[in-house]
């Protein structure tokens, strides 16, 4: 039985994550020294004793949750349990900067700049108040597709992430969403309800972003990654550079696959997944998606020592 390891996206950020495992683990506390560096800012600062207004900007979580995600992976290699304990890593959204940084594709200091001007580059694209997401609880993704289709009219509305069986996002113009939102209760939804978020994410409203990370994306060092990273865009593994940095453009507008992407791993014999960082939104959705995926988060030194243990037994 093989295992994966998957890093969160956005609202997964709380202040004070990621402090502990630096304090306590050296390796950990580099990567948020190396963030702070790249960034020419005290990221850590904000992290640790910021506030979460601040902290939840796009432009400042994206890399916030980066930096938390990579240092907890520090520590785990400081206990023999690095990313070639793997078989493949991947993650939500900005997530899968974060697995291509833990699997050495990526340097952090260049997924921290990278993650810095995609969240900035996400909020440009459309004016604030002009675009919404919402979740839909409880109908599957070929009934979501219908609800946004019928939603759009002349509007942008598009499945924006694919969570797991019961939960899908739709991505949109804010009329638009807020019709699917109706329609989706309409259609049996057991719950329809606009998300806390300041931009569009994963539909063609962020095509002006897409064109920013093209060009971001052209000028920074992709490497073979050491283990394979399951792509948001494809729900499956790539290991090429060239193709892993077209991908990266394409998330941008597109889809989050995740349900396929962990259905895709259990049936290459994954049968663990762990979720490296802060929150547990992903175990949720793997427990969904396949109850035989035993679930471990790893976010804090307890949780560290805990792994390990487990590992040895």
């Not at 929150?279 to 976010?299: E, W």
Request: net charge negative.
């Amino acid at each position: 039985m093989s295992r994966a390891f998957v890093f969160p996206g956005q609202g997964a950020q709380t202040i004070g994550m990621g402090r502990a495992l630096a304090e306590t683990f050296p390796g950990a506390r580099v990567v948020f020294d190396e963030v702070d560096e790249a960034l020419g800012e005290k990221l850590s600062a904000l992290i640790w004793e910021g506030d979460i207004e601040t902290l939840t900007l796009t432009e400042n979580a994206q890399p916030a949750l980066m930096a938390t995600s990579i240092a907890a992976l520090r520590a785990l290699e400081a206990e023999g349990l690095g990313v070639e304990s793997a078989a493949f890593v991947a993650g939500h959204s900005l997530g899968e900067y974060s697995a291509l940084a833990a699997a050495g594709a990526l340097s952090v200091s260049d997924t921290a700049r990278l993650l810095r001007t995609r969240g900035r580059a996400m909020q440009a694209a459309v004016p604030v108040g002009e675009g919404a997401m919402a979740a839909i609880l409880g109908l599957d993704l070929a009934a979501v597709r219908e609800v946004a289709a019928e939603a759009a009219g002349n509007d942008v509305c598009a499945a924006a992430n694919d969570n797991d069986p019961a939960q899908v996002v739709v991505s949109g113009h804010k009329a638009a969403v807020e019709r699917a939102v109706e329609i989706a209760k309409g259609r049996g939804a057991k719950r329809a309800l606009l998300l806390p978020v300041s931009a569009p994410f994963h539909c063609a409203l962020m095509a002006p972003a897409a064109e920013v990370m093209a060009q971001a994306l052209a000028g920074v060092s992709i490497a073979a990654p050491k283990v394979p990273v399951v792509a948001n865009v494809r729900a499956e593994a790539v290991s090429d550079a060239g193709e892993i940095r077209a991908l990266l453009v394409e998330q941008v507008t597109s889809a989050v696959r995740w349900r396929e992407s962990v259905a895709w791993m259990a049936g290459q014999g994954v049968g663990e997944v762990w979720e490296i960082g802060a929150g547990k939104a992903l175990s949720g959705m793997v427990r969904r998606i396949d109850r035989a995926v035993a679930v471990r988060n790893v976010g804090t030194p307890e949780d560290v020592m805990a792994a390990k243990e487990a590992s040895a037994g």
